[in-house]
């Protein structure tokens, strides 16, 4: 038995007892780039939330694992060269449908560790660590077992503490070059870093547009991504924390550093924002996902109808990438501003 034979049986007892070998897939990270795989430049090492991920040629068959990371590659043109995704919550941008269409998409949610490996990866990215840790799709530790390298972004990681349970805390307040700095990491690893410095350039121009002359330093946000019953609201320093600060405007719960906690809706009526950033969400996981749905909560229930911004009905609908520290959170600085100029609540 030849030695990676050998290595995928291993893998396939691991992955699921006595499962036939072609179920996990085989030949992985050694079926990267054919007569490229000596590639000038290569191999490239870039960090990895902790750990580094080596890849000894341009991907070929890359695998990406959350919406926010394949939006990342469709932006720099690589649909032909990956073969899955998963994890979705919205809708692809419209931009990126045509090529999106090209990729299989392995689950609107997490896709089984078989289904990912039978599409014989070269490469896997993910946008959070829980997504290939337990609970996720499978922890990376199986995936570069078979050599097949694994790139998290390091939005969830750097300046993160994500021991703590929950969303994580953020020990340092994220920024839009932690976003950039994913951008470059993954045009590298593929060899088209003149895309990515592309992309950021764009991205940063849209953000110097949208924020043009803006003051809304007297105006409280308050984001909501999901969840009725125990209501998700967004902490001082993730994605939310940069729409906000890119406005100057104030997050109603800025005095909390955790990504995401779960807050009642009477602390939400003592600090009676001015603005409520909710997101729309397409996913049917918890309560109260889609936009509708929210407001709907919102203009009846006794805790949350006479709220400021329910009574004059300030809301700005995002998607649930906009809400995460994506290239989409861009998109939400422009929506946010647009609605506060709207709102005439900025100057």
């Known amino acids: 038995m030849s030695s990676k034979a050998a290595r995928i049986r291993k893998f396939a007892l691991l992955c699921a007892g006595a499962l036939a070998l072609t179920a996990c897939g085989?030949?992985?990270?050694?079926k990267t780039a054919g007569a490229g795989d000596k590639a000038r430049g290569y191999p490239v090492t870039v960090a990895s939330c902790g750990k580094k991920a080596e890849v000894k040629a341009p991907p070929r068959r890359a695998v990406s694992l959350d919406q926010g990371s394949s939006e990342i590659l469709l932006s720099?043109?690589?649909?032909?060269?990956?073969?899955?995704?998963?994890?979705?919550?919205?809708?692809?941008?419209?931009?990126?449908?045509?090529?999106?269409?090209?990729v299989e998409r392995l689950a609107d949610r997490y896709p089984s560790l078989e289904r990912v490996l039978a599409k014989e990866p070269d490469f896997v990215s993910a946008s959070f660590l829980y997504t290939v840790g337990k609970g996720g799709v499978a922890d990376r530790a199986k995936f570069t077992e078979l050599g097949v390298p694994v790139y998290v972004s390091p939005t969830d990681c750097a300046g993160k503490d994500n021991d703590g349970g929950g969303d994580g805390k953020r020990v340092k307040t994220l920024t839009m070059d932690t976003v950039y700095g994913e951008i470059r990491d993954l045009a590298k690893v593929f060899d088209v870093e003149k895309r990515g410095e592309k992309l950021v350039a764009d991205l940063k121009g849209r953000v110097a547009k949208a924020t043009d002359d803006i003051d809304a330093s007297d105006t409280t946000l308050l984001y909501w991504f999901a969840n009725s019953d125990a209501p998700y609201m967004a902490g001082c320093c993730g994605a939310p924390g940069i729409i906000t600060r890119e406005l100057g405007a104030k997050n109603v719960f800025d005095d909390t550093r955790e990504e995401w906690p779960q807050i009642n809706w009477e602390t939400v009526a003592d600090r009676d924002p001015d603005v409520l950033v909710i997101g729309d969400l397409t996913r049917k996981s918890q309560s109260a996902e889609s936009a509708a749905a929210k407001i709907k909560f919102l203009e009846t229930n006794p805790a949350t109808r006479n709220l400021t911004a329910v009574k004059k009905k300030r809301y700005v609908l995002l998607s649930g990438q906009a809400m995460n520290p994506t290239i989409r959170t861009v998109d939400g600085i422009e929506q946010v501003a647009a609605g506060l100029r709207k709102f005439g609540l900025a100057k």
Not at 26 to 30: K, L, V
Not at 84 to 99: F, I, Q, R, S, Y
């Open 76 to 102: 720099l043109g690589l649909a032909d060269r990956m073969v899955g995704t998963g994890t979705w919550t919205d809708p692809v941008l419209k931009n990126l449908a045509k090529d999106n269409a090209e």
């Open 26 to 30: 085989g030949g992985a990270a050694e």
